[in-house]
């Protein structure tokens, strides 16, 4: 009887073993059940990366101030005091400063009225199981784009004409894109052949991840004078960057002021523009 029962239990030790081994082997030597062919890297609830930048910076501090300075020169019969409140702008009023902030600044002399405009969005997913903080940004940056009637993506162009080309650049010159819709060159610079070539709207290179420039020139009134405005939009991660500077002469009568030239114009603004940049790199 005591042979027999031996003879029972031994096999059942065996099993034992057996699936004891079995175990072992399909788990990562922690017991978590692991396989061990797993392939490094494999994440089944992988999500997309969140974006560069968690803070917007203070729109007002973040400017260039000898650039805001050059886009705005004061009245020389501004005080100190006044110059100072000039240049240090009005900030937007925001309910989340991390995700949207801007800055106003307003200048007059008695031959014009010049306006800068800085804002900061940062964009974030709301479902990045499936988009990134930076794609949603240049979903963002797409419909911008789109609403001012430039294609994407677009044409590579300077910002300002090179010495070779004519006074009047054929499309391809200018960036191979005509101006958008409502876009219009001045009569006074087709009618002489000396004023400098309007540039027109475009998409630009070397500004942040992607950006493009609106250039927009008023019609004059009976009651109004042309008015140039280029708005600068750029990408940087997520966020999106839009810089706007007006130029708007005195009314008939009271000044002479004149609309300045697209190429000055939107120098200074993406001189702006690049400054900011750096700024979101530091």
Known sequence: MQRKTVRGVLPGLAILTFLTAGLTACTDGGGVGITSDAKAGD?????????????????????????????LPAADTLTPEQRDALYAGVADASYDADRRVGCRWTAQTPTETRLLSVG???????????????????QVYIRQLTDAHLPFPGPVSSPTPSPSQSASPSPAASGGTSPSPGTSSSPSASASPSAPPELGSRVLEGLGNEAFLDDKLSAAGANAVQSRTVRIVFRTS?????????????????GPGTVPPSGETQDKARQLAQALVDRFNE
């Open 120 to 138: 900061f969005e940062r964009v974030v997913s709301y479902d990045r199981a499936t988009t990134s903080d930076d794609d949603k940004a240049r």
């Open 43 to 71: 994440s089944a609830g992988a999500v997309a990366q969140p974006g560069k930048y968690r803070v917007l910076p203070m729109p007002c501090k973040a400017v260039d101030a000898k650039k805001v300075r050059a886009m």
């Open 238 to 254: 997520n966020v999106i960057v839009t810089v706007e500077y007006s130029v708007q002469p005195a009314l008939p009568g009271t």
